[in-house]
């Protein structure tokens, strides 16, 4: 459990301080498959899940060539583009591997030494609408560019706290989602 009466230090920084962010492979569409890799798109990217189902999953034939765009467990997904920005992140599940990164969609993956996954998704999920709101831009449909996903300022503690605090906050996210589907 987390000692919430322990003084924790906190330190200001930026999202992209610790996290390694990448953005999408721009895929030619009319080169999707149907069978394959899954496509991460951003209609994929919904308010705290992914969206896999055969309506919105696009697939590509093979990873060949495009490794640094295949994902891996617990990278955090945030959308760049659409009337959702900020509110339409995902954390990816070993479950929906393998899937390849398309364009327009950031991949954030922790780096270890520096932050924790659940810490960093549980930071996304408290604050990146607001600071989003005042960054996205004003067009027909909104956008956001990776240095604004980089820039998004956030206060954390160190390592060891991150944890704690990130899988605690997991594990009540977990519960919480258990409930739910016992119960409606």
Not at 110 to 124: G, L, R, V, W
């Amino acid at each position: 459990m987390i000692r919430f009466f322990k003084q924790i230090t906190w330190e200001q920084r930026k999202f992209g301080d610790g996290m390694d962010l990448l953005t999408g492979y721009p895929f030619e569409s009319e080169k999707f498959s149907d069978n394959g890799i899954n496509l991460i798109r951003g209609m994929n990217v919904k308010r705290g899940y992914l969206d896999l189902s055969n309506s919105l999953c696009m697939k590509w034939k093979s990873s060949e060539g495009l490794e640094k765009y295949l994902l891996e467990n617990e990278d955090i997904l945030i959308q760049m583009d659409g009337a959702l920005i900020g509110k339409s992140y995902a954390k990816i599940k070993e479950t929906q591997l393998p899937a390849l990164l398309v364009q327009r969609v950031t991949r954030a993956r922790a780096i270890p030494e520096k932050s924790n996954s659940d810490f960093m998704y549980q930071t996304i999920q408290r604050d990146f609408l607001k600071y989003i709101i005042l960054n996205k831009t004003d067009s027909a449909i909104p956008h956001l560019s990776l240095n604004d996903i980089r820039e998004f300022p956030i206060r954390v503690p160190n390592l060891e706290e991150q944890k704690k605090i990130g899988e605690y906050f997991s594990n009540l996210d977990n519960l919480i989602t258990l409930h739910q589907r016992l119960y409606f």
